[in-house]
């Protein structure tokens, strides 16, 4: 099993490799075409701001790559936004796999704080046989880790919610195309098993 990590500007990919080790895969970093293309699946993770990393994927022929990938795609945090259509993040268009506009969170009470910071629960809402194996055996009530000031609302495509200041989808699924805005890297035994899932998915 070849596991390629997207390179690019962004914060905690580290993280991603460390969590990918511990599952027993050496995965590869890479922004090399060939080396995404090949391999088995592809995660596209990162902390950082849109148009920045917009920039960087187009500089370097990213963009049309991630579009084409026909394996398993795992969009983490910003990963997520970026596969969207476009973000408020910089009034960015995005690669556009998911039919969403990116947001930020509007406070609407003082204990309202943006970024959204720590752990939360998700529901999940797809019931599609991708979307259930990629969330098998979470048991009940997952809590998983966020940080984000930009979420996506809900959609076609949502396949798990969760709610700060409002409700917004914490994962979505089209295709060969799965994300999560959290950070199973982080999220502990629960997000250890959303990667492994991801690994073992049938596609």
């Not at 930009?150 to 798990?160: E, G, I, K, Q, R």
């Amino acid at each position: 099993m070849q596991v390629a990590i997207v390179k690019y500007n962004a914060g905690n990919v580290y993280s991603v490799v460390n969590a990918v080790r511990r599952l027993g895969i050496d995965p590869v970093l890479t922004d090399d075409p060939v080396l995404l293309r090949q391999a088995d699946r592809v995660i596209f993770p990162g902390q950082g701001e849109a148009r920045t990393a917009m920039e960087y994927l187009h500089q370097h022929g990213l963009v049309e790559v991630i579009r084409s990938l026909k394996q398993p795609v795992l969009g983490i945090c910003i990963g997520q936004q970026l596969l969207c259509s476009h973000s408020e993040e910089g009034d960015v268009d995005c690669i556009g796999i998911f039919d969403a506009e990116v947001k930020r969170f509007q406070p609407q009470r003082h204990e309202d704080k943006v970024p959204c910071m720590g752990w939360n629960r998700i529901e999940v809402r797809d019931e599609k046989p991708e979307v259930r194996n990629l969330f098998a055996g979470l048991g009940e009530d997952p809590y998983v880790y966020f940080v984000h000031s930009y979420y996506v609302p809900l959609c076609h495509d949502t396949a798990a919610v969760s709610d700060y200041i409002l409700p917004y989808s914490a994962a979505l699924q089209k295709d060969n195309f799965y994300t999560c805005q959290f950070h199973p890297e982080k999220s502990g035994s629960v997000g250890e098993r959303i990667l492994r899932n991801f690994i073992n998915i049938k596609h």
